[in-house]
Structure formats: C-alpha cells, structure tokens
C-alpha cells in the first residue's frame, strides 16, 4: 500500500487540540477562513497521495545521479515538482504582494508533513526553496527580491542553502568560504560547501545557492559571516538565466537514505554573488528563518512516522501467523499483544508529535502580534524539530520490527523509511544542539514561556478531572514532575544542564503529549478511539518523563568522571 495524507487527523487536531480559531481571527490572517484551510489541506492531500508516494520507492532505487557536471534526477520527480510549484506550494508561505499565498504557517506545517510523509527525498527540494523565499523577503533588496521570488515561487527557479564547509557543521561560524568585493556591488565567492541538499537539478532554469561566506574585514566566529546570493546562470538583462557563474557540483554523497535527494559538494570559484542583508550579518538573516526551517524538519519526522505506521498496519492486518489470541480466525499478527503494543506505540508518538508541531506553528502565526506567544513558540521550537524527528525513526524502527524479516528486506519499503528518516535527527542542527537550546537561550527568560505552558496543562487537566479522573490526574501530576524538573535544571550551571538536555527535552514533548491525547480524549466524552490511544500513552508512555527528568537534573559530573581512556578501556 502507498502512503494517504492523513488530513481528517490535522483537521481534528487543528479544530479540538491547538487554538487554530485564534489564528483564522488574527489581524495577519483576514483573507484565510476555516473553509479555505479545508480546502487547502484536501488538495494537498490528494497531491501527497496520489502523485508524490507512488514516486517514493522509484526515488530510493534510482538515487539522484552527478552526469557531466549536472544531477540527473531520480523517475518522475521533475513532472512531480511541476505539479507542486503549479500548485502554489512552493509559495504557500510567501507574501501575496510577492506572489505567495501567504497562508499561516500552521497550515503550511500541515502541508509539508503531507509531502514529507509521501516522499521525503522530493519534498526537500520545495522546502529549502522555500526557506530561500522567506530570507529573502525578510532580508535582500528590492531589486533581488523582484527577480528571484516571482521565479522561486513559480518553481522556474530553485533554492538551496550552503551553510556547511568540512570544517564547520554545528560550529558554522568556523566556516572559510571567502567572499571578496568585486567594486561593481557584487561579490566574488570562493570555497567548499558540503552536503548541500537539492545543489542542483535537471529541471529548473536555475539553481540559486545562498551562500554563508567571510569578508576579508569580517571578524572571526558567527559575527563575521555574510549572506550571498550566488546563481548558477548569472541573470541578463532581462532576467533570464544568462552566462554561467564559476560553481559547480564536484560530487554527490553516497547516504544511507534519501537516495532521492542530491547532497552535494559544491565548488565555489570567484563565484559572482549579491548581498542579502547587511555585510557580517549573515547569521542574522539565517536566523530569521531558523524556526520555519526547524518546524519544517520536525514535520518531516512526522510525515514518515505516519507512513510507517499505515505500512505497518496493512501488514500486520494480513500477515498470519499462529492463531489469534482473541480468537478471531484468519486474523492477522495484529491479534498478538506485542504487536499490537507496538502499533499502538507508533500511532500514539505520531499524534503526539504533529500536535506539538501544529501547537508550535500556532503559536508562531499568534506570534507575530503577540509576545507571549511569540515566546512560546520560540520555546516549542527545539522540541518540535527534535521530539519529532527522533519519534520518526523511532516509529519507523518499530515499522521495520513489526514486518518481522520482511521489515528487514528492502521490498516492503519498511526499511526506506528507517533508512530516509535517520537524517531528520541531524540536519537543520542536530538534535543534540536543539536540546541545548531549549535549557540555554530558552530558558534565559528564567522558564517563564515553559512555566505558562504547564500552567495551561494544569487548568485543563484540573477541569477533566470531572469526565476523566484517573487520567486527569496523571498529566497534573506529570505537569507538576515536569515543572520541579525545569526549576531544578534553572539552578544548574549551563554545562550542567546541557549534560541533561536531551533527556529534559524528551521529558517535555512526553508530558505535552499527555496534555495532547488528555484533549483528544476529552473531546469525544472519555469514550471512543481517541480516548483508547489516550489511555495507552498516559499509562504506558507518559511515564517515561520522571526517569527522564531524574537524568536530566544530575548535570555533567558522573559523565567526565568516564574519561576518554574508560570509554575506550
Ligand atoms: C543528507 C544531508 C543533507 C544536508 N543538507 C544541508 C544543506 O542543505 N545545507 C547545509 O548547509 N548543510 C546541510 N547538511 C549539513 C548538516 O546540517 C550538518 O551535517 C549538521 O549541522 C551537523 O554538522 P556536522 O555534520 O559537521 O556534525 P558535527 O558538528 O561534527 O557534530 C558531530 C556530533 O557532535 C555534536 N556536537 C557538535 N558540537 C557540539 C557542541 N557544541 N555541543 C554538544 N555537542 C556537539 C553533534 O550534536 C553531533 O552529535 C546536510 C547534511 C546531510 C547529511
């Protein structure tokens, strides 16, 4: 079976767990209504299920291939893309004045898990354009903003972002990429970026790279860094893609997953460039558009968990083996309890995780007008990008476990989606680095968007008590380990908390989900499906939180008394 977007389940949680009505009242959203967001979801839906999916397999066995200097792309994937970029997609976030559909990114969330879901290799290439959109219109001139984003949107013209050199990965400002003034207004670029996703095509007119890169007066570390756009066909002038700039793709990586997805090495070589932003405030300009790109590999990690738990499903309902527990003939190993454990497991995270990230995606949208929740989705952030990323290869494991040997065969596809989603936890920052956010620059307000948010879990949870006692109690009380949790790690040296990070990040996303599924289960009376997978994940996984908050507060002693030579002995 191929992949179906699973729209009535954003639909629920947008109308009964996240506060989405507020977003469709806002000032920012006037021309959007429920109806439209029906719609919308509807649409790409269908375009996730029946044109993106069916390319998913074909994309794995006939990876993205470096011939003659250009990527060949992978059966299907340039008409696919046509589809995509015809269809709005590629601009669903740009500004109407830019030609987008300037839709909430909520909403946007929910598209991208849909296209993720169905083939994560081809739905990188829209999402780095993307992002390319929303730095420019925050960040470059006029005249840039003229030329490229009519023709970004349009999919004429695709994007990518160079960040990364050998040298500097999670460190970006260790980067050495050069940038020289030519003294007509635009650059020279010189230096290696590797692992550059979608670094060029067989399709579009033009590749348009932005580029991180140093000015010989630029100070070392993230503060010297500038913003370049860097073309792989210098536009004439008219507009059109002209002389061809001195880049090029030297070679493509040889990865685990994602065969669909052209990483690229990339050669800069005086390239000419245009300045995005304000010299040595490149970085800036980069984190204008951290969020969105955070929330859009968090949903990327949600997109395969729901695909390998569908997969997982059909193949449990029809693989036989033994009888059934509860005695129904022919039933499938679905019937097992184990199975079905883990099936459940799969179904519960992957709620849990698109709610945590259409909660964050609202509160970005209320953001913009209002603090607080600009601040609570500030907060969200890192638990959505990493929570969800590590629940996608999570589940997608589990996928692989639940086919048995066949998992372990590439046929299925259960291993493709273990195999494409193992990236999500490392790109776009690693998780590690998001964890590290969350107890350092998020907490620097001293707790207070984390504390409101538990504050919140604690007045519905005391409100269901009268519907669902039992499970009520459970997230109260989860809430409460959770905000001893946060004030113990508030006292603790950074190091020290950073030594704890991974663990308390888990441990927020685990009690979020219990407040989640609590609301889902709440909305249909304590009684029905909803409430079942309630029961499940408050009982058998919403615990996991104080095991993980008591690791989370011990700081970093017991860890360098290990040296090197104990690890090694
Ligand atoms: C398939 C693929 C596609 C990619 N696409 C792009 C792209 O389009 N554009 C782009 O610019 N980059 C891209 N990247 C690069 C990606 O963002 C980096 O790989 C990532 O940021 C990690 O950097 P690194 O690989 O150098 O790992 P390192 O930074 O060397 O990290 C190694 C380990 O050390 C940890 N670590 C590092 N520093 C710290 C610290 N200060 N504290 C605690 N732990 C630390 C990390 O968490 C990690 O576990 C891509 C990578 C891959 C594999």
């Known amino acids: 079976m191929t992949y179906r977007a699973p729209v009535s389940d954003y639909q629920f949680i947008l109308d009964q767990i996240v506060d ?12 959007v209504d429920a109806d439209t967001v029906t719609a919308i979801l509807e649409e790409a839906g269908k375009l996730a299920s029946d044109v993106i999916a069916p390319l998913d397999r074909g994309g794995d066995l006939a990876p993205a291939k470096l011939v003659d200097g250009v990527v060949k792309t992978s059966p299907g994937f340039a008409e696919a893309l046509g589809q995509v970029a015809e269809g709005g997609w590629v601009g669903m976030l740009a500004q109407p004045e830019n030609g987008g559909m300037g839709l909430p990114l909520t909403v946007a969330t929910a598209v991208n898990e849909m296209m993720s879901g169905a083939c994560l290799s081809l739905s990188l290439q829209p999402l780095m354009t993307q992002g390319q959109i929303e730095a420019l219109e925050h960040h470059a001139s006029d005249g840039i903003k003229e030329l490229y984003i009519p023709k970004l949107i349009s999919g004429e013209w695709t994007g990518t972002m160079n960040l990364t050199e050998p040298g500097a990965g999670s460190d970006v400002g260790a980067l050495r990429t050069r ?45 010297g860094i500038s913003l370049f756009m860097v073309p792989k066909f210098l536009p004439d002038a008219e507009g059109n893609p002209g002389q061809r700039n001195s880049l090029k793709v030297v070679s493509l990586e040889h990865k685990l997953g994602i065969h669909g997805s052209p990483t690229c090495v990339m050669e800069y070589d005086g390239a000419t460039g245009w300045l995005v932003g304000e010299e040595h405030e490149g970085m800036k300009c980069m984190f204008t558009m951290m969020n969105n790109a955070r929330l859009g590999v968090g949903v990327q990690g949600v997109g395969v968990a729901e695909a390998a738990t569908q997969k997982a499903l059909a193949y449990a309902e029809d693989r036989v083996q033994g009888k059934s527990p509860l005695g129904r003939d022919g039933a499938g190993i679905i019937d097992h309890a184990d199975v079905r454990r883990m099936l459940a497991h799969m179904r519960a995270d992957t709620f849990t995780a698109r709610a945590i990230a259409l909660a964050c995606g609202v509160a970005l949208d209320l953001g913009r007008t209002d603090p607080e929740q600009q601040a609570r989705g500030a907060f969200l952030i890192p638990i959505a990008k990493a929570f969800s990323t590590d629940i996608g290869h999570e589940v997608a494991q589990l996928g692989v476990q639940v086919h048995g040997g066949m998992g372990y065969i590439e046929e299925t596809g259960a291993a493709q989606y273990a195999r494409d989603a193992r990236i999500t936890s490392i790109y776009e920052g690693t998780n590690g680095i ?136």
């Open 434 to 569: 998001q964890a590290m956010d969350l107890v350092g620059r998020k907490l620097m307000d001293g707790g207070e968007a984390g504390f409101a948010i538990l504050d919140e879990i604690e007045t519905f949870a005391e409100a269901a008590r009268a519907t669902l006692p039992n499970r009520a109690k459970a997230v109260w009380n989860a809430a409460e380990t959770l905000r001893e949790g946060m004030e113990a790690m508030l006292a603790l040296s950074m190091n020290d908390r950073f030594a704890g990070a991974v663990p308390f990040l888990r441990a927020f996303a685990r009690v979020l989900g219990g407040y989640y599924h609590l609301k889902a289960a709440i909305s249909e009376g304590g009684e029905g499906p909803r409430s079942r997978l309630a029961a499940f994940y408050i009982n058998r996984m919403l615990p996991e939180h104080t095991a993980l908050l008591a690791q989370a507060r011990l700081g970093a002693g017991d860890i360098y008394a290990l040296s090197p030579e104990d690890l090694s002995a």
């Open 179 to 223: 940038a020289e003034r030519n003294g007509d207004g635009t650059y020279a670029i010189s230096g290696q970026k590797i692992f550059i996703t979608w670094g060029d095509n067989d399709f579009s007119d033009n590749v348009c790279h932005l580029v991180l890169a140093r000015l010989p007066d630029g100070v070392p570390g993230t503060k």
């Open 20 to 31: 989405f009505s507020a977003v469709l009242d806002s000032a920012a959203f006037d021309e």
